[in-house]
């Protein structure tokens, strides 16, 4: 797994940006706020300026954002790298035929769905969330992008907590990280 | 107001972003042509097209506040504050924004829907517009208004890629400038 070069001064002042709630969703848990990153001009630029700088020129022609904050850092990813954006999203928010997979939360199950075809058999594909925990909704993206023959060449993020090893969830799908928030 | 009618009329890119989008119909129920912007954001040239044709815009108009509007206003909004400079702002349905909020309701055909916005992202006076995929009745856009005013900003425009016929013929939404790329298509007009 990758992190983002901590002796990038780009780094510093991303993570500095990033507000951290306490007890949000629920008590006890540290929530990694990246809405406040957004509010910062120069790091959101150096957030997406990072990303681009590690993607662009490596033949990938799909970045996949997974809803909702996916879905602010992906489309300006793609646009620089001259790839197509394509929205993973919860059950039935995608009109038209889509492809579904299932994955495992805390308690129960969610479904992330894709439209068939937005993405095609060999095609290279970046996955794109603002954070990854357990690993589970990158896992299902992963493995509906293999489903139509796609290679997922990595998963990028913002923030990763690594004590909840969402790293392992990922198979050999290598992650890319800018801050790690133990 | 449409792009077509200001400034833009025969603009080969307006009509291969309307190309581009797909309708989908009886979506997300009967009668209704569902007008699907995924595609668009398939094609890199017509993607790129639309956001610089609102950079384009807003550019020299000292915006620092771009509000986009889940879901949808978050695949359009944030490139075009990086590329103008200014803030991107989530406006979020209940319950997602971890912070201290404000909330609008707004009405839909039957019943009610909340949009929030964080309190302090936006500070009195700043200039913002709002983006969104699209503008139907324009009850969405009316409460991100509300919430944009209610912590002090100038709401300068609205601009929204596709506008229903509902908002054909109007230039302004509560009083705030509308600003549309293109009209819905019907299924016959698909490829």
Known sequence: ?182 | MFAAENGLKGDPRLEAISRAIRVVPHFPKPGIMFQDITTLLLDHKAFKDTVEIFVDRYRDMDISVVAGVEARGFMFGPSIALAIGAKFVPLRKPRKLPGEVFSEEYVLEYGTDCLQMHVGAVQAGERAIVIDDLVATGGTLSAAIKLLERAGAEVVECGCVIGLPEVKGQRRLDGKPLYILVEPRDIDDCC
Request: net charge negative.
């Open chain 1, 1 to 182: 797994m990758a992190t983002g070069d901590a002796s990038d001064p780009r780094i510093a002042g991303i993570a500095k940006s990033i507000r951290v709630i306490p007890d949000f969703p629920k008590p006890g848990i540290l929530f990694q706020d990246i809405t406040t990153l957004l509010l910062h001009t120069k790091a959101f630029r150096d957030t997406i300026d990072l990303f681009v700088e590690r993607y662009q020129g490596k033949g990938i022609s799909v970045v996949a954002g997974v809803e909702a904050r996916g879905f602010i850092f992906g489309p300006p990813i793609a646009l620089a790298i001259g790839a197509k954006f394509v929205p993973m999203r919860k059950p039935n928010k995608l009109p038209g035929p889509v492809i579904a997979e299932e994955y495992s939360l805390e308690y129960g199950t969610d479904k992330m769905e894709m439209h068939e075809g937005a993405v095609e058999a060999g095609e290279k594909v970046l996955v794109i969330d603002d954070l990854i925990a357990t690993g589970g909704t990158l896992g299902a993206a992963i493995r509906l992008l293999g489903r139509v023959g796609a290679h997922v060449v990595e998963c990028a993020c913002v923030i990763e907590l690594p004590e909840l090893k969402g790293r392992d969830r990922l198979g050999d799908t290598p992650l890319f990280v800018l801050v790690s928030s133990a």
